[in-house]
């Protein structure tokens, strides 16, 4: 059985009366980059609190390294998790070696680490500038610094990129991918953006108003995809009537016609697809251009909802 280092049984949070968090059971493998995707107020940072004890779960258990999580383990496994939950603040007037001096200081940690996190998240040239003249890119860089004191083996990310141009996006994106390769570490990170954790996650965890409506490998999720084949002609309407009467596509509505956006055909194999060209040339129909599309990761988030009814 895979290793998970996080387990959550039937793990549930309700506000007046309204459940945030609904009874979910997480299992996140060890050594993995674990996305947890959902829109705005799907209940991501309420999860990510009760797994770091910020708030009191209302039912269901929670599992760390293996270990139950309670008032009387919550010290010791802490010690072994760091977190970056919503926006990182600092002493503006001190600089970044400053700020993690008063975090080593309070976790009994020795400042050796200081240097060696920073140069992590490539902010040792920056270590004495004041955090106030800080972007806000290298504010979050020294918040995944802190969080990674220690060395931790479980780190959670709470939506790391929020309002970060490109270009921080996709540095912290690839600072987040070299945690599990070179330092051994697990990473749960919490995000909105769905393109951005198929760029960043191997495992998948899909929220949407508290329930979990999907939990696997990325190449699971993208494995739900269908492939099409999209073509645009010198006359789509004629071309779908053509076809639709073909034996060419496996059903009669294998081929997708709306009016405005070419025709969408079921993946075929090669062969099939000249078949269907050249008829269509037989016709007088020219054929404009053929693509093969695949879902991305937002359609079949979406797909799933409205499935699912949430």
Avoid at 163 to 180: C, N, Q, V
Avoid at 189 to 196: A, D, G, I, Q, R
Avoid at 265 to 272: A, C, G, I, Q
């Amino acid at each position: 059985m895979e290793p998970y280092i996080i387990e959550t049984s039937q793990l549930t949070k309700t506000y007046r009366g309204v459940s945030a968090v609904d009874h979910l059971d997480l299992h996140i493998p060890e050594g993995t980059i674990y996305g947890f995707l959902g829109p705005n107020g799907a209940g991501k940072s309420t999860t990510m609190k009760m797994l770091l004890g910020l708030i009191n779960r209302d039912g269901g258990s929670i599992r760390i390294h293996g270990t139950e999580f309670n008032d009387r383990s919550r010290i010791t496994i802490l010690k072994q998790v760091g977190s970056l939950i919503e926006t990182p603040s600092y002493y503006g007037n001190l600089t970044a070696y400053e700020n993690l001096q008063i975090s080593c200081m309070l976790r009994g940690l020795p400042y050796t680490e200081i240097d060696r996190v920073l140069s992590i998240v490539r902010l040792d040239g920056q270590k004495k500038k004041r955090t106030a003249h800080y972007s806000l890119g290298m504010k979050q860089r020294l918040g995944l610094a802190n969080a990674l004191l220690g060395a931790p083996k479980l780190v959670l990310l709470d939506e790391p990129t929020n309002g970060l141009d490109p270009a921080g996006i996709h540095e912290m994106r690839e600072l987040i991918k070299s945690l599990p390769k070179h330092f051994g570490m697990t990473v749960m990170v919490s995000s909105h953006l769905l393109s951005e954790m198929e760029q960043t996650a191997d495992h998948i965890g899909i929220i949407s108003d508290g329930q979990l409506i999907f939990q696997d490998s990325l190449s699971m999720l993208q494995a739900r995809s269908s492939r099409q084949i999209y073509l645009r002609t010198s006359d789509d309407a004629g071309a779908a009537a053509l076809l639709w009467k073909s034996e060419d596509v496996a059903a009669p509505d294998g081929v997708c016609y709306t009016g405005t956006d070419g025709l969408h055909l079921p993946f075929l194999p090669d062969h099939k697809l000249a078949q269907i060209f050249r008829s269509l040339l037989d016709h007088g129909i020219d054929l404009y251009r053929a693509e093969e599309k695949r879902q991305n990761l937002e359609d079949i988030y979406l797909s799933m909802v409205k499935e699912a009814g949430l």
